[in-house]
């Protein structure tokens, strides 16, 4: 089962320019995480919110929490062309063995 | 793709054939996942493991099989009851009893599995 829900399923801007990610999900959870995937290979993580938390950032990176909504945002500000990935939240649901349950992510493109 | 490694990079297998992808954690880490990943999908459990000798069914084991005999190695095999294995494979692992990133995985480079 897929949780989390990626909108948009694709994003092309133009470098320094903002990007803007959504995720919504469906059951209670412990924390949201964001991770970063290049084409063919492994997931990096980014950051992680916790449900009691409402933003956090980490360099060029925010991340807001709407536990009421359910829904979830990266924001990457000053995109580069290095920033050229697939973004997928991943929610920890409440009580799990730290299961994390992907949503089918976001291709964001940045043009020089 | 932190202390992980997971080989081969690319497996051509025949109908019918069992394959066993492996990965290797030198972190430390307690526990270890597998995932599939479908082209412009987002990353599926098949099993995961949290401490030695102990695993658990994901969401999609059915035609799949672990063992972990070892803190450092969760090999998968694929066997001839996956309908549909041509997929991307991953692996993870996650941190030790406390800190920082306890809760964040960190992912494998992936094994791309062909189904001729």
């Known amino acids: 089962s897929q949780q989390g829900e990626e909108d948009p399923q694709a994003l092309s801007i133009q470098e320094g320019e903002n990007a803007t990610m959504n995720c919504s999900y469906k059951?209670?959870?412990?924390?949201l995480q964001w991770y970063r995937q290049n084409s063919g290979r492994g997931l990096v993580h980014l950051i992680l919110?916790?449900?009691?938390?409402r933003e956090k950032h980490s360099g060029r990176l925010r991340v807001t929490l709407d536990t009421s909504k359910k829904s979830s945002s990266l924001l990457i500000t000053a995109s580069r062309a290095a920033d050229t990935a697939s973004y997928f939240c991943?929610?920890?649901?409440?009580?799990?063995?730290?299961?994390?349950?992907f949503g089918a992510g976001t291709r964001l493109a940045v043009h020089p | 793709d932190g202390g992980i490694t997971q080989s081969p990079k690319y497996l051509f297998r025949k109908e019918g054939q069992n394959v066993t992808l492996s990965c290797e954690q030198n972190?430390?880490?307690?526990?270890m996942y597998w995932y599939r990943q479908d082209p412009g999908q987002g990353l599926r459990l098949i099993y995961y493991?949290?401490?030695?000798?102990?695993?658990q069914k994901g969401d999609i084991a059915e035609g799949y099989s672990v063992s972990r005999e070892k803190k450092e190695s969760f090999p998968l095999t694929v066997t001839s009851a996956q309908k549909n294995p041509t997929a991307f494979y991953l692996c993870?692992?996650?941190?030790?009893?406390?800190?920082?990133?306890?809760?964040?995985?960190?992912f494998g480079p992936g094994t791309r599995l062909t189904v001729l």
């Open positions: 993870a692992s996650r941190g030790g009893a406390s800190g920082r990133s306890y809760n964040e995985q960190f």
């Open positions: 059951t209670s959870i412990n924390n």
């Open positions: 919110i916790r449900s009691n938390e």
């Open positions: 991943a929610t920890d649901e409440s009580g799990g063995y730290n299961k994390l349950i």
């Open positions: 972190l430390n880490h307690d526990a």
């Open positions: 493991s949290q401490i030695v000798n102990d695993f």
